[in-house]
């Protein structure tokens, strides 16, 4: 009888401990799963958005590339003295006539030359080229023909001036002049321009002394992550043939 009474008390410890195990590991697994899950689905937002971004961005070039002539410059005016213009469009532009006679086709990051007269004549048209000469995002070479076009107070989006903001000591500074050049980031074209052009900076080094603090203030006010549009970038320039 003690015999069995042994082997009883051992099934019974047996089955006890048998039981707890499985208990432990499955109490956070759920939290886990939701964190992973919330994770994903906020990386899959933020890579939409980008996109989004671009689309629009190649949008805007082909309004450009499509739109009509409005009508017929019986007269060429201006002179055939050249000028430099250059483009800090990701997707680049298309400056055309409103005739169809001066088609100027710009890549980011590229500078052509072209005339004073074929400038007068993109200038006519409705699509408000002069606004991205405003804006920065298209620019003369040469400053003094925003005065001779009477565009007045342009931004200027160059590469030093851009670096110089982003590596302000100050932050606050940094996020005064994001707003003001942005229009409290409804101008869209901008934001886009800063966004691509800031990425493309720190992918080829020239933001190595960029301080943390600026750098998440940057992303929390454009709304991007920087990691983001520089694998953004790399799929684009594939996709459109933009290298």
């Known amino acids: 009888m003690e015999e069995k009474d042994v082997k009883a008390t051992e099934v019974k410890a047996t089955k006890t401990t048998t039981r707890k195990a499985p208990a432990k590991t499955t109490k956070t697994a759920p939290k886990e799963d ?29 309004s450009m590339k499509n739109q009509k002539p409005q009508y017929i410059i019986q007269q060429q005016g201006g002179s055939d003295t050249p000028c430099e213009i250059g483009c800090r469009l990701f997707c680049g532009a298309v400056l055309t006539s409103p ?25 006519r048209s409705q699509f408000g080229y002069k606004k991205m000469f405003e804006k920065g995002v298209l620019y003369f070479v040469d ?81 991007v992550k920087v990691d983001d549009v520089v694998a953004t970038i790399k799929r684009a320039k594939d996709l459109l043939d933009l290298n």
């Open 143 to 223: 400053p003094e023909m925003y005065d001779h076009f009477k565009i007045r107070n342009p931004i200027d989006l160059s590469e030093d001036v851009i670096v110089e903001h982003l590596l302000d000591e100050d932050y606050n500074r940094m996020i005064k002049y994001l707003s003001t050049i942005t229009n409290d980031r409804r101008d869209d074209m901008v934001c886009h321009t800063i966004c691509y052009n800031t990425a493309m900076l720190y992918s080829k080094g020239k933001l190595e002394n960029w301080a943390y603090a600026n750098r998440v203030n940057f992303e929390s006010y454009m709304k």
């Open 99 to 123: 005739s169809g006679d001066v088609e100027i086709t710009l890549k980011h990051g590229e500078e052509v030359e072209v005339t004073v007269r074929e400038m007068n004549e993109v200038f």
């Open 34 to 62: 939701g964190e992973l899950k919330a994770k994903l689905e906020q990386a899959e937002r933020e890579k939409q958005e980008m996109m989004e971004m671009l689309k629009n961005l190649q949008s805007q070039v082909d």
